[in-house]
C-alpha cells in the first residue's frame, strides 16, 4: 500500500500535522504517514513526535546545529531544504514516499518548495501555503508539478473552525494522490534536470502555441501524430516555456516545434505582460536537440487590462482579447531588435534548426485586415533575420502564408519530420 510522508516544521505546526497524519490514516486506505520535522533549531515545544526529525535533516546538510545556527536565516532555512530534498529523494528511491505533503507560510513554502521538487515529475506534491497565492508563484513551482493550495488562514498550532475543512481537503487529496501514483508504478517516468528514464515508444516532440496561432499549430500536430511522433504541448507564457526548456534539458524531447515565441518579446521591451528566462530559444541547441522554429505572436504585445497599458503604447493598433488582456502592435523598431536577438540566439545552436517565416501574418491578428496588420513592421523582422542569420547554422525558408494557413502547417510538420523521421525506425 501507498505510503505518505508529511514534512513541515513540527514545533510551530504540530497541530495541523497531527491532524493530516490522523485524517489520512483514518482512510484506511494508505499502510503508513511519516512524519518530518524540519524545525531549524532542535529544541521544539512540539508534542507530535516525528518519525525522522530534524536532527536527521541537519545531518543531511553536511552541517552541525552550531554552524546551522550562526547561518542567516535565509541561508539557514535554504539548507534545511537542501537536507530535506535528500531525505526525500532517499524515501523515494526506497519505495517509501509515494506521496508527501506540507504547510507553511513565507518560510515554510520556501523551504518546503524547493525539496519537494527534487522528487521526480509525477509524484503527488501538495504544499498548503498561506502565502504563495498572494505572490509570484514561479519561485515556489519552479517547473514541477507541485500542487498547491491556498490555506485562507495562517498557521499557528491548531485547528480552527475555518482552517480544519481546508487542511481535511489536502490530508485527503494527499492520500488519493498517493495511492493512485503506487497504483501505477510500472508506468511512471523519471526526470531530473540532467537525466531522463522513460522508455519511448514514439519520438517526442515539444511544440509552443497559443490562441492566436492554435489553429495552424493544431494541423500540424495532427499530421505529426499521423506520421507517429508523439506531441507534448507548452504555452509560451513564460512559465510555460522554461517547464518546456527544463524538460528539453532533462532530455526528454527528440524535437522542438517551437512555432510560437512571443514570450521573447520581454528582451526588447521589459513592459511586457510575458516574460521569458534569458536563455529562451538557446536550451534545445545546447543540449543538440534539433529545432524547428516559427515566429508566432511576435505582432503582439501584451499588458493586462487595458487599464494597465503603459500611455506610450496607447496610439498603437490594438486588440482586447478579454478583459483581463489586451494588446497591442509592435512597432517596426521592435521588430528589427526582435529578428537580431532570435537570430543570435538561434545560430548558437549546436544542432540542426530550421527557421519558417511566415510572410502572410505572425497569427491570426496580423494578416491583411487584422486588427495588428502591419506590413512595415514585419518586413522590418524579416529583414533583421535574413541580414542576422547565420545560413550554417540556421536554415532559413520564407513563406507566402500566414502562420495559420494549412500550407504552413503542412511546412511546419515536413520540417520537423526531415529533421526526425530516422528517429521513426528506431523506436518503432
Request: charged share 20%.
Amino acid at each position: 500500500m501507498a505510503i505518505v510522508v508529511l514534512a513541515g516544521t513540527l514545533d510551530t505546526k504540530g497541530g495541523e500535522y497531527a491532524f493530516v497524519r490522523d485524517k489520512i490514516l483514518s482512510l484506511n486506505s494508505v499502510s503508513k504517514v511519516v512524519l518530518v520535522n524540519v524545525g531549524v533549531l532542535p529544541a521544539t515545544n512540539s508534542t507530535l513526535e516525528a518519525d525522522i526529525n530534524s536532527s536527521e535533516v541537519v545531518a543531511a546538510t553536511g552541517l552541525t546545529y552550531e554552524e546551522l545556527r550562526r547561518l542567516s536565516k535565509s541561508d539557514a532555512l535554504q539548507r534545511m531544504s537542501d537536507g530535506l530534498g535528500q531525505i526525500l529523494v532517499d524515501l523515494y528511491n526506497k519505495g517509501e514516499l509515494h506521496g508527501v505533503m506540507g504547510m507553511g507560510g513565507g518560510c515554510g513554502s520556501t523551504l518546503l518548495a524547493p525539496a519537494f521538487r527534487k522528487l521526480p515529475i509525477g509524484v503527488p506534491k501538495l504544499l498548503i501555503s498561506s502565502t504563495i497565492a498572494c505572490v509570484h508563484g514561479r519561485p515556489f513551482f519552479d517547473f514541477n508539478d507541485m500542487t498547491i493550495m491556498y490555506s485562507v488562514t495562517d498557521f499557528i498550532g491548531e485547528i480552527n473552525m475555518i482552517n480544519k475543512q481546508i487542511i481535511s481537503n489536502g490530508a485527503v487529496a494527499i492520500a488519493s494522490m498517493a495511492i493512485d501514483y503506487f497504483n501505477n508504478q510500472a508506468q511512471h517516468f523519471k526526470i531530473n534536470e540532467t537525466n531522463t528514464q522513460i522508455t519511448k515508444k514514439k519520438p517526442i516532440i515539444a511544440v509552443t502555441l497559443m490562441g492566436a496561432t492554435q489553429k495552424g499549430l493544431t494541423i500540424a500536430i495532427e499530421l505529426l501524430d499521423k506520421l507517429g511522433y508523439e506531441i507534448v504541448t507548452f504555452s509560451p507564457n513564460g512559465s510555460g516555456s522554461a517547464a518546456m526548456d527544463h524538460l528539453v534539458k532533462a532530455g526528454l524531447f527528440d524535437g522542438v516545434l517551437d512555432a510560437t515565441i512571443f514570450d521573447i518579446m520581454n528582451t526588447v521591451v521589459p513592459d511586457n505582460i510575458w516574460d521569458s528566462t534569458s536563455d529562451r530559444l538557446e536550451a534545445a541547441g545546447r543540449k543538440g536537440i534539433p529545432q524547428v522554429v516559427s515566429l508566432g505572436g511576435l505582432d503582439i504585445l501584451t499588458f493586462g487590462p487595458w487599464s494597465k497599458c503603459p500611455l506610450q503604447y496607447r496610439n498603437r493598433a490594438k486588440f482586447e482579447n478579454n478583459a483581463n488582456f489586451a494588446t497591442v502592435r509592435t512597432s517596426p523598431d521592435e521588430c528589427t531588435r526582435l529578428g537580431e536577438v532570435i537570430a543570435k540566439k538561434l545560430n548558437g545552436s549546436q544542432a540542426p534548426v530550421t527557421l519558417l517565416v511566415p510572410r502572410g501574418g505572425l497569427s491570426a491578428l496580423s494578416g491583411p485586415g487584422g486588427p495588428l496588420y502591419d506590413v512595415k513592421a514585419d518586413q522590418c523582422l524579416f529583414e533583421a533575420l535574413r541580414n542576422n542569420i547565420d545560413p550554417k547554422v540556421v536554415q532559413l525558408i520564407e513563406r507566402d502564408e500566414n502562420i495559420n494557413d494549412p500550407k504552413f502547417a503542412q511546412a511546419l510538420a515536413d520540417a520537423v519530420h526531415n529533421q526526425l523521421k530516422h528517429q521513426l525506425s528506431i523506436t518503432q
